[in-house]
């Protein structure tokens, strides 16, 4: 079994869906839940609290969703407040593909 010292990370699982959602708009819940490690509702519920505090646009295409992602919105935590969106996720996107 896993040692519980190495299974947290630094980000949550709300900023791992947010970058799933900022490198591919269309992505189907059940891919966003596996590629974060969580279940579908969990995505849910996730989609929802960003919809409601604003971060994200949920549009209806057809049967799907597609998420656009609210770039200016400041960062909710005030030691991160001075940071927006926007501005974190891109800072994690360059990280990530180096």
């Not at 971060?55 to 030691?79: D, F, K």
Request: proline content about 3%; glycine content about 4%.
């Amino acid at each position: 079994m896993e040692d519980a010292a190495h299974r947290w990370t630094f980000l949550s699982n709300h900023a791992h869906v947010l970058l799933c959602i900022a490198q591919e708009p269309e992505l189907r819940l059940r891919d966003i839940a596996q590629y974060v490690g969580i279940t579908e509702r969990a995505v849910q519920r996730i989609l929802t609290d960003l919809d409601k505090a604003g971060v994200v646009i949920r549009e209806r295409h057809g049967r799907r969703n597609r998420y656009t992602i609210a770039s200016e919105v400041p960062l909710r935590h005030p030691l991160e407040e001075q940071c927006s969106v926007g501005e974190f996720l891109e800072f994690l996107k360059t990280a990530t593909t180096k």
